[in-house]
């Protein structure tokens, strides 16, 4: 029995032996399985990274593109003020109805709003009195006419009568002109006098309400403003630096915030003489036809086109690391070293490639995802 018990003990302790040996085996494979652990160095401003196992970090190389140079501006709609016409009133008065508002878009002729005025009625009443002037004038220049065929009368009378019925014609002729001019319809007399609208288009300033008085033209604004919005301006401002990329006559793409698929053709029709003092800028206008859709006060983004096409370098997108709102792409350097370079973005092109405008030429090598690298140096 004591036999027996020393054989087991003998067993038990080969195979705990055999166990702890197949264990170390395995963890030795599993060691050597895995891959070293990355070292990084990288320098005190962090624009240079050295790492010990450079080839987990895939290179591209950039590319070539031929472009024309492009300049991005920010711009306002505004309405052409030569397309602007005024709504007034020749006559004061008091507004008693109003048939239209700011926004609205009226029709030439349209009634806008209806004044009483007291310079209408005493233009009629001057009117009414110089047609009576007129009918007296006339029958007496007739009877005098009479009487000097019959020699009851002398020539001079009859040429002071026929003096006096010129003038009073003369009379009745410069009252129906005012009010013509004051717009009354002479044929009906009223104090009312309908201001309607000049021209078709949409009234973009209101200074009247109802029950407000309206005065005379020298202090008092206008009434409406209507503007016809078919063409549109739109002001941008442009840097002292980048107007040698502006020139007159030339077209730009609109592109609206609202409307992102859709893109307008403006001409530059004028480029400020003056900057802004402040701002080193230059009001530069685009003349837009409106296909309905700018509206006065929208921003949009003016892009001007370049006549010369210029070569810059292509990378992947993924190639270019955006940190502090600046653009950077890792070049790699002797010694498993990679360099943090600043760079100038561009326009996203096809096949998730991105156009470098400076800082990187065609043929260079670059890390082909930066954020990778850069989450490893920040570790």
């Known amino acids: 029995m004591n036999l027996t018990i020393v054989v087991e003990a003998v067993v038990c302790v080969a195979l705990a032996f055999g166990l702890a040996g197949c264990g170390g085996k395995a963890n030795a494979n599993t060691a050597e399985a895995a891959p070293p652990p990355t070292t990084i160095e990288r320098a005190p401003d962090g624009s240079i990274a050295k790492v010990d ?17 492009e300049l991005q501006v920010t711009g306002v709609v505004s309405p052409d003020v030569s397309r602007n016409i005024p709504v007034i009133s020749l006559a004061s ?12 878009t009226v029709e030439k002729g349209q009634l806008l709003v209806r004044i009483q005025s007291a310079d209408i009625a005493q233009a009629f009443s001057d009117n009414q009195q110089a047609v009576a002037d007129e009918t007296l004038a006339r029958a007496q220049y007739e009877r005098a006419k009479l009487l000097f065929e019959k020699g009851a009368t002398a020539q001079k009378d009859l040429e002071v009568a026929e003096d006096a019925e010129a003038k009073a014609a003369i009379t009745v002729r410069t009252t129906l002109s005012r009010l013509r001019i004051l717009g009354a319809d002479p044929d009906h007399p009223t104090a009312l006098i309908d201001i309607a609208a000049p021209v078709s288009g949409v009234i973009t300033e209101q200074n009247v309400t109802a029950s ?13 403003t209507i503007s016809d919005l078919s063409n549109v301006w739109i002001l941008c401002d442009v840097y002292e630096n980048d107007l040698p990329n502006v020139r007159l006559g030339e077209y730009v793409d609109i592109h609206l915030n609202a409307y992102p698929s859709q893109v ?13 003092p402040n701002t080193r800028t230059a009001k530069v206008r685009l003349e837009v036809p409106n296909p309905g859709m700018l509206r006065m006060g929208m921003f949009v983004t003016a892009t001007f086109h370049g006549l010369t096409k210029e070569t810059h370098a292509t990378v992947p997108a993924a190639a270019v690391l955006h940190l502090h709102d600046r653009d950077w792409v890792y070049v790699p350097i002797e010694g498993g070293r ?30 082909s995802n930066a954020l990778v690298l850069q989450n490893t140096v920040e570790q």
């Open 264 to 276: 307008l053709k403006g001409r530059i029709s004028n480029i400020g003489p003056i900057l802004d």
């Open 93 to 104: 008065g008091r507004v008693v109805e109003i048939h239209a508002r700011i926004g609205d």
């Open 53 to 69: 196992n450079p080839s987990q970090f895939p290179l591209a190389m950039a590319g070539k593109h031929a472009s024309a140079p």
């Open 212 to 224: 407000a008085g309206v005065k005379t033209l020298d202090n008092s604004p206008n009434l409406f």
């Open 338 to 367: 990679f360099q943090r370079v600043g760079v100038t973005g561009g326009p996203m092109l096809a096949g998730n490639m991105q156009e470098i405008l400076s800082g990187l030429e065609p043929g260079q090598r670059v890390v």
